[in-house]
């Protein structure tokens, strides 16, 4: 393995990047749940149960999506030499009150996500989703770990409608917890969709709030000094930098909110932050607050609010080599340890 581009060796890794692979779409249409008529101009439309969105509403489909091969020559275009692939929310069945249609779904999709990456498994590691907050999370989470060789979860923001700190998802937790197991937390739903409706601003407003507001549950629900992730936040952690003080203010003055024996800020630095943030002065001020070792590139790939230009944009930012390397690909390494390295023997770089 050589990885010049992300230096110490390290190849440069994309932790945030999305598939909807065929065959889970196509199973999908066969239940009446999508539509698939458009894909050819890339776009999807799926079932509000599946998607957790409007009736009708039209999700974009990039190739790259369903085409592994159009997604490599994507990551080489870019300098991205591997990539941590997750289902994108819309097919999380998050807001979904059928247990039997949420367990199937993830677990087609699961199936259908480790085809896709099989094209290419030395440069496409999948992230397998679960059930969140149903009964029989942990179990899948084992078959995707396991059983599919996944090198990591990806979750939303809620499930089933309840929060992450509700009971009914311990059991994932502490499994994920004791096998220190890569998790990517991406929001997949909106705190007030009546009024982020227009704009795009579920995407634009409601994710970050919705980021902001799942970590703080699991920080002041206990979870995440109960049971330490090992856990990256999409989009920067979303608002949640903004309210690190307020919470800490909160935590020190309202008895209700004093339920853990550290500020919650000390626990949101146990985290990880991906760098879709969109902005030099905004990727310097995350490693200010959380630190060089904390964060990872992500992209949000192949989506139209991706980063085009990863690598450019971390080295924009003027962080030092030593901190563009740790960025870009030697943390995340460490920590998904054999699902990169193994994979990547002899991968050739730059």
Not at 10 to 15: E, F, G, H, K, L
Not at 52 to 71: E, F
Not at 237 to 245: A, F, I, M, Q
Not at 337 to 348: F, K, N, P, Y
């Amino acid at each position: 393995m050589t990885g010049a581009e992300g230096g110490e060796g390290a190849p440069v890794v994309d932790v945030h990047a999305h598939a909807m692979p065929m065959p889970v779409l196509d199973w999908l249409a066969e239940q009446g749940l999508a539509d698939l008529s458009r894909v050819e101009q890339n776009v999807v439309v799926l079932d509000p149960r599946i998607s957790g969105v409007g009736a009708n509403a039209p999700l974009p489909l990039a190739r790259s999506m369903h085409d592994p091969q159009q997604r490599l020559a994507e990551m080489d275009a870019t300098g991205v030499d591997v990539e941590l692939v997750s289902l994108p929310p819309f097919l999380f069945a998050t807001t979904c009150q059928d247990p039997e249609l949420v367990a199937e779904v993830v677990r087609r999709g699961n199936d259908a996500l480790a085809q896709y990456c099989a094209a290419a498994p030395d440069r496409l590691l999948p992230l397998g989703s679960v059930p969140l907050g149903w009964p029989g999370a942990a179990e899948e989470a084992l078959r995707a770990l396991d059983g599919l060789g996944f090198a990591g979860i990806a979750i939303g923001s809620k499930g089933a409608g309840r929060d992450l700190d509700d009971p009914v998802n311990a059991q994932l937790w502490e499994l994920l917890s004791a096998r220190r197991t890569f998790v990517f937390l991406h929001p997949s739903g909106v705190p007030d969709p009546a009024r982020l409706g227009d704009f795009w601003f579920p995407q634009l407003v409601g994710y970050p709030m919705e980021t902001a507001i799942a970590a703080a549950r699991l920080a002041f629900g206990g979870v995440l000094e109960r049971t330490p992730l090992v856990l990256c936040l999409a989009h920067g952690g979303g608002c949640l930098g903004d309210l690190r003080s307020r919470l800490d203010m909160g935590w020190e003055r309202k008895p209700v909110a004093h339920t853990t024996s550290v500020p919650p800020s000390q626990l949101f630095d146990r985290l990880y932050y991906d760098t879709a943030v969109f902005a030099p002065q905004a990727l310097r001020h995350l490693v200010d607050t959380v630190g060089a070792g904390q964060v990872l590139l992500g992209t949000d790939h192949p989506f139209d609010l991706a980063e085009k230009d990863p690598v450019g944009f971390v080295r924009s930012a003027g962080l030092g080599a030593e901190t563009e390397a740790a960025v870009l690909g030697a943390t995340v390494v460490r920590l998904v340890g054999e699902a990169v390295t193994s994979r990547s023997d002899g991968l050739q770089v730059g």
